[in-house]
């Protein structure tokens, strides 16, 4: 299994970071039909083939997950796919 695990520090409050992240699921959900909630102040997000989670922190976004055999070769497509997003939300 590939594992993504991506840091991305932000200015914004818990709660703001929070609502950015829960608009970056929405967008997950539609487009790729991943199911989840939140655990606190994290996001845990599957369906088959990934697994992982968005951990907000006052000070950054933690993105980690893990990809199943047929994703593992995207691996880098997704990570840039993941660092885009969270530079358009958090820069």
């Known amino acids: 299994m590939a594992k993504i695990d991506i840091r991305r520090p932000h200015g914004k409050t818990v709660a703001e970071a929070r609502a950015v992240v829960e608009r970056v699921a929405d967008?997950?959900?539609e487009k790729f039909g991943t199911e989840g909630g939140?655990?606190?102040d994290t996001?845990?997000?599957q369906r088959s083939g990934?697994?992982?989670?968005?951990?907000?922190s006052p000070s950054d976004v933690h993105v980690t997950a893990e990809l199943g055999m047929l994703l593992s070769p995207l691996k880098g497509t997704i990570e840039e796919?993941?660092?885009k997003k969270l530079d358009?939300?958090?820069a």
Not at 50 to 56: D, F, H, S
Request: hydrophobic share 50%.
């Open 27 to 29: 967008r997950m959900r």
């Open 38 to 40: 939140w655990e606190g």
């Open 43 to 45: 996001l845990t997000f």
């Open 50 to 56: 990934v697994k992982g989670a968005i951990a907000v």
């Open 81 to 83: 796919e993941i660092r």
């Open 88 to 90: 358009e939300q958090f």
